[in-house]
């Protein structure tokens, strides 16, 4: 029987393909078209149109690593590509960052002529970056308050408190689990620890060695740097004191770290293993096995930090070009986006172990470095 021809695609024109009239209509804001709108508000809009094309690319992203990490396993030839995906993460909001220098151009009084027109609108409506904390894995209650006393959601309803395209996304969002962070925090509280994987008899003994003897590197580490800062700065008995509570301050946190003595009980043994594993494979990512495990915290970083310079860099614009004036959707305004990229993080157990790791030559020794070798 004779197969059907496959039928080619028609031809084509670059502005078909990209929609190039469709995208050029869209900047008429609320009067439909944008003849009669000044540059200043015609700016205002590509830029934050830009943005949300950029979040669209974020999201298929972080989904793509999000998929990859909730495997399990999870295929060590894919974390090269979890690792990329979240690179252009970074590289995505470095480049809308670069956004709010254009805005800056635009004067207050410029700005003025046109804000009435986006009341009660306000950038907090935007659910592709309130998608983008979903599936990172925001904690809902660390969420800061728009300045009003009702759920983030609420400021995504229609007029009338009606349902809306962005309310549906970002509830639509909130049912897609495991998130990013949850998966993540899973493979890594996996890794094996001197050999022992989660499961393995005596595997809790040997992650309290781990733990006790990097205590000790620790321990050692800020000693010795306590004794140097008093030979230098303590002029005074009052000033050793001062260094010393200091510093001693400092290796109770890193106890309180890494015993997990901040969290319940029931939770301590799984948050202990997961800090270990976090600290073993920043300090040990020279071994073969762990060497991609490392690049993949270094991006996880990376990319958090990429999107609170974006929240910095936003809330300095916003400062500049209208003061601290309240918020068109009835935020706090400035002072609302200076929390944010305070307290928005989703990775603190990853950025903690940048306190706590030690120079080689302190770490304790891998008793099974074979086991982190090429295996042909």
Not at 253 to 264: C, E, G, I, Q, Y
Not at 270 to 297: H, N
Not at 347 to 372: D, G, S
Request: one cysteine or more; glycine letters at 6%; charged letters at 25%.
């Amino acid at each position: 029987m004779e197969q059907e021809p496959t039928a080619k695609p028609s031809p084509t024109t670059y502005w078909d393909y990209i929609r190039v009239e469709d995208l050029l209509s869209l900047q008429g804001g609320r009067d439909g078209g944008d003849e009669h709108l000044s540059n200043d508000e015609v700016r205002f809009i590509v830029v934050h149109q830009i943005d949300e094309l950029w979040f669209k690319l974020v999201l298929r992203e972080l989904a793509t690593a999000r998929r990859l990490f909730a495997r399990v396993p999870v295929p060590e030839s894919d974390l090269a590509i979890a690792v990329a995906a979240l690179r252009r993460v970074t590289i995505v909001f470095g480049l809308a960052a670069t956004h709010f220098e254009l805005m800056e151009t635009m004067r207050t009084q410029d700005y003025l002529l046109f804000r009435d027109k986006l009341y009660p609108a306000s950038g907090f409506q935007s659910a592709q970056l309130r998608e983008i904390e979903i599936l990172m894995g925001l904690d809902d209650r660390d969420r800061i308050a728009l300045g009003q006393e009702y759920s983030y959601k609420t400021a995504l309803k229609g007029p009338g408190a009606t349902s809306s395209p962005a309310l549906l996304r970002v509830e639509a969002r909130e049912r897609d689990k495991p998130t990013l962070k949850e998966a993540v925090l899973s493979w890594l509280s996996r890794t094996p620890i001197d050999g022992s994987s989660p499961g393995d008899a005596g595997d809790a003994a040997v992650v309290a060695s781990f733990v006790a003897h990097y205590l000790k590197g620790h321990e050692r580490l800020l000693a010795d740097a306590c004794t140097y800062a008093i030979s230098l700065q303590a002029s005074t008995g009052e000033n050793e004191q001062k260094l010393r509570a200091r510093y001693d301050a400092q290796f109770a946190s890193a106890r309180t770290h890494l015993l997990a003595l901040d969290v319940d009980e029931t939770q301590r043994p799984a948050t202990m293993r997961l800090r270990a594993a976090i600290l073993f494979v920043d300090s040990y990512r020279s071994l073969p096995l762990l060497s991609w495990p490392g690049q993949v915290i270094d991006t996880l970083i990376e990319c958090e930090q990429s999107m609170l310079v974006f929240r910095q860099r936003h809330a300095r614009m916003v400062e500049r070009v209208i003061g601290r004036r309240v918020g068109t959707g009835g935020s706090d305004g400035v002072a609302y986006l200076d929390a944010t990229a305070l307290k928005y993080r989703v990775f603190p157990e990853i950025w903690a172990a940048r306190t706590l790791l030690l120079p080689p030559e302190l770490c304790p020794p891998v008793t099974n470095r074979a086991y982190y070798g090429f295996h042909h």
